[in-house]
Nanobody, 121 residues
Framework: QVQLVESGGGLVQPGGSLRLSCAASGSIFSVNAMGWYRQAPGKQRELVAT???????NYADSVKGRFTISRDNAKNTVYLQMNSLKPEDTAVYYCNADIWAVGRYRSSDYWGQGTQVTVSS
């Protein structure tokens, strides 16, 4: 069984920083692309950033220059460094990963449980 566990959310003032982490665990053969999505109250879930197995990255326009996604392949972990946070960044942040589990014939999409990020003074 494969699971993603997120950590690092919380309350921060505008202009502050937070670092999210997401670790994949279980019977894993390989981890392909990993990413972060977010969902604000009353809005659809949206992409924040993705990183593939070769560490090529992609960002939503709204976070470019402020957020940085990275990964540690040895730990099957993805990070999201969030700087210059704004109130509009407030949302539940979800980790996502395309993982090939041991014994499966193809990879599957997995999601974390979500971590709340609140930006407020």
């Amino acid at each position: 069984q494969v699971q993603l566990v997120e950590s690092g959310g919380g309350l921060v003032q505008p202009g502050g920083s937070l670092r999210l982490s997401c670790a994949a665990s279980g019977s894993i053969f390989s981890v392909n692309a990993m990413g972060w999505y977010r969902q604000a109250p009353g809005k659809q879930r949206e992409l924040v950033a993705t990183i593939n197995s070769r560490s090529s990255t992609n960002y939503a326009d709204s976070v470019k220059g402020r957020f940085t996604i990275s990964r540690d392949n040895a730990k099957n972990t993805v990070y999201l460094q969030m700087n210059s946070l704004k109130p509009e960044d407030t949302a539940v942040y979800y980790c996502n990963a395309d993982i090939w589990a041991v014994g499966r014939y193809r990879s599957s999409d997995y999601w974390g449980q979500g971590t709340q990020v609140t930006v407020s003074s």
